[in-house]
Structures are given as structure tokens and as C-alpha cells.
């Protein structure tokens, strides 16, 4: 079964992607990079030595391989994350961006108003633009009105692993969206991610959910699973929810 989907120009057929941030080791990183089938590997360009003068984390990715999606984590204004932006591009050759705006440290929800700021100079500049938002509908909206690409509504906050705290509004932002929908951020284990992708997501990102598990190699894999098996799932339809039970055997033919 050939089941692709497309970011801008884009074409990838695992639909879980991985970030690289608080593995044990380098080492470890690769192991569940490969563990997890991914083809697209986040990075925090701030995490990064672009300039490769010493040891840096992209000494450890092969880019031949995975396409990379530069994010502007630990930016708080919309001025910080476009010239991050920028920075990446010129460095990585590549117009994709993961665009984040923090808005609060605790929370680290997105500002959604600094989202809109960026994205506008971003798209105008040619990248290609997915940004992490707020499970809001209207924002979703907002952003593929501007032109991202695609739109990433949070399931909880990042690095909480609390699951999908709002499946409704994942089911309204995905009747309405013209662009892959992916979730990102608050995946904690392979049944989160199964449940994104159950909804109809056209992926899933996540970083803690597998550098946080206590053998971050198997649970990647997990997460691998996890997608697969949600995504098999949504194109098979699920039976339909019923108040009262219904006998799984014909009941012709029974003993008088």
C-alpha cells in the first residue's frame, strides 16, 4: 500500500517525526532515530553549532538520509524566531522551518498572536512554514489562511506526555484543514500517538515521549508502531460506538 502525504514539496511515507534533544548520548539518539522509521528529524537551532567549528550535533545525523526541520525552540517573540529562521536557512540550506513562539515559560504554550507576526514575514520570505500552535481551530485556520504548509496543533504541552488532552478540537481542526494536520508536543506513549493518528492526523512529532522513556531505543520503536497501527486504523474506519451490546455470532441456529 503506497500511503504518502506531502509537506510543500516534500514527500514522506512515515508519518512519525523525531526530535533529537535530551537523549543520554549521542549514540543513543542515532539508535532511536533509526528505531523510529523516521524521515524527518527536528532540531533546536539553537542546540546547534551551525558553523561546525567543533563537535556538533549534526556530526551525529546522516542528512543524507533524514531531512531536517530546523525549529526555533526558546524563541518568545516573533522577532527572535525569524531571525532564527533566517539563521537556519543560511546554514542548513533548507527552507523548511518548525516555527515556535513561546509564550510562557511554564507552560511553554504557544503566544499565538507573535505565530501569526512570523509566519506572515516567513511565508513571504519562502520558507516553508509549520508551526506549532494551540489546539484552536481558528488559529489553525488562520495559519493555513497565511500559507504554512501544514498545521501543528499541541496535544498537551511540551514535554508533559500527557496524551491528547482535546481529541474534539483535533477532529474540528482536521474537517476544516486543506494542509496536513500534525500533532505536536504532549505525546507520551505509543497509545497517544495511535490516538492522533486514529483521529485522522497526517502525523505525528515528538521528542520526549521517546529520550525521556527508560529505553528510549524500544519505545521509539513503539512510537513507530503506534502510528503505523493508528493510521491503519482511521483507512479501515472503525465500527461505530453503540449504546447496547450486539451478539458477534449469528444467533440462528441455537440450542432450544
Not at 516573533?78 to 527552507?95: F, W
Request: net charge negative; glycine share 8%; proline share 4%.
Amino acid at each position: 500500500m503506497t500511503d504518502t502525504f506531502k509537506i510543500g514539496k516534500w514527500e514522506f511515507t512515515s508519518r512519525l517525526m523525531v526530535g533529537t534533544g535530551k537523549y543520554a548520548t549521542n549514540e543513543q539518539m542515532k539508535e532511536a532515530l533509526e528505531a523510529s522509521g523516521a524521515e524527518v528529524v527536528t532540531v533546536a537551532v539553537r542546540r546547534v553549532n551551525l558553523d561546525r567549528s567543533s563537535e556538533s550535533l549534526l556530526d551525529h545525523i546522516d542528512t543524507s538520509r533524514y531531512t531536517l526541520l530546523p525549529n526555533t525552540a526558546a524563541c518568545y517573540t516573533a522577532e527572535e524566531a525569524i531571525r532564527t529562521a533566517r539563521l537556519a536557512r543560511e546554514a542548513l540550506s533548507t527552507e523548511l522551518i518548525k516555527l515556535e513562539v513561546i509564550g510562557d515559560e511554564r507552560t511553554l504554550f504557544p503566544d499565538n498572536e507573535a505565530l501569526l507576526e512570523a509566519t506572515k514575514v516567513l511565508v513571504k520570505e519562502g520558507f516553508t512554514v509549520l508551526p506549532y500552535t494551540s489546539d484552536d481551530p481558528i488559529m489553525a485556520r488562520k495559519l493555513e489562511e497565511l500559507g504554512c504548509a501544514a498545521v501543528m496543533p499541541l496535544a498537551a504541552p511540551i514535554g508533559s506526555g500527557l496524551g491528547i488532552r482535546n481529541p474534539h478540537n483535533i477532529r474540528i481542526i482536521l474537517e476544516s484543514a486543506g494542509v496536513p494536520v500534525i500533532v505536536d508536543a504532549g505525546v507520551g506513549t505509543a497509545s497517544d500517538a495511535a490516538v492522533a493518528m486514529e483521529l485522522g492526523c497526517d502525523g505525528v512529532l515528538m521528542n520526549t515521549g521517546i529520550a525521556a522513556a527508560k529505553d528510549p531505543v524500544k519505545m521509539a520503536r513503539a512510537m513507530r508502531l503506534g502510528v503505523e497501527a493508528g493510521r491503519l486504523a482511521y483507512l479501515s474506519g472503525r465500527m461505530p460506538k453503540k449504546l447496547y451490546g450486539s451478539a458477534s455470532s449469528p444467533i440462528e441456529g441455537t440450542i432450544e
